[in-house]
T-cell receptor
Framework: EDQVTQSPEALRLQEGESSSLNCSYTVSGLRGLFWYRQDPGKGPEFLFTLYSAGEEKEKERLKATLTKKESFLHITAPKPEDSATYLCAVQADDYKLSFGAGTTVTVRA | DVKVTQSSRYLVKRTGEKVFLECVQDMDHENMFWYRQDPGLGLRLIYFSYDVKMKEKGDIPEGYSVSREKKERFSLILESASTNQTSMYLC??????????????FGSGTRLTVV
């Protein structure tokens, strides 16, 4: 059974204080690892897809990396508008996504 | 802009009522999914469909059923609503094409409260 564990559950940052979110996974036949951002009361929005160990993707202040067992989402010099819940999901051969419980990030000005 | 549209943002229903949650996508996606999201538990798959009139159980199908009569529409049915079905319900769709690496496209969610 595919398993995805995200840590920490919650992260409180001061504006400009860089940090990282962790997503560890167990899956047979990884097709892709996905990061989503979810604002309160809304559906998740796509951020990144990573396919193989060593791959990195960047978007503004966010950078996602992938190893064979985990992925990291690095937030560099965060701003209050980066406050959200960040979800990690893995996709195996059957096209279904298995999600972690998410990390809720709060950035204070 | 491609979209997954859920018919209601907020719903309040009484225990024992039959509840219909509707989801429509305009991307011609083959796959559609229903999840529920609860604090601390993340997204849990209820049902999914790979094709019209086709459905498969997810991880927590008890108390739910689905219908997919047309490719663009996937309905979630709560046969007899109970208070433990109070949750955020998320619909999503995806394509089987390998050149669309977005995983799922999600709707905005329906916050269902059963009283």
């Amino acid at each position: 059974e595919d398993q995805v564990t995200q840590s920490p559950e919650a992260l409180r940052l001061q504006e400009g204080e860089s940090s990282s979110l962790n997503c560890s996974y167990t899956v047979s036949g990884l097709r892709g690892l996905f990061w989503y951002r979810q604002d309160p009361g809304k559906g998740p929005e796509f951020l990144f897809t990573l396919y193989s160990a060593g791959e990195e993707k960047e978007k503004e202040r966010l950078k996602a990396t992938l190893t064979k067992k985990e992925s990291f989402l690095h937030i560099t010099a965060p701003k209050p508008e980066d406050s959200a819940t960040y979800l990690c999901a893995v996709q195996a051969d059957d096209y279904k996504l298995s999600f972690g419980a998410g990390t809720t990030v709060t950035v204070r000005a | 802009d491609v979209k997954v549209t859920q018919s209601s943002r907020y719903l309040v229903k009484r225990t024992g009522e039959k509840v219909f949650l509707e989801c429509v996508q305009d991307m011609d996606h083959e796959n559609m999914f229903w999840y529920r999201q609860d604090p601390g538990l993340g997204l849990r798959l209820i049902y999914f469909s790979y094709d019209v009139k086709m459905k498969e159980k997810g991880d927590i199908p008890e108390g739910y059923s689905v219908s997919r009569e047309k490719k663009e529409r996937f309905s979630l049915i709560l046969e007899s609503a109970s208070t433990n079905q109070t949750s955020m319900y998320l619909c999503a769709s995806s394509s089987v094409r390998t050149d669309q690496p977005y995983g799922y496209t999600f709707g905005s969610g329906t916050r269902l409260t059963v009283v």
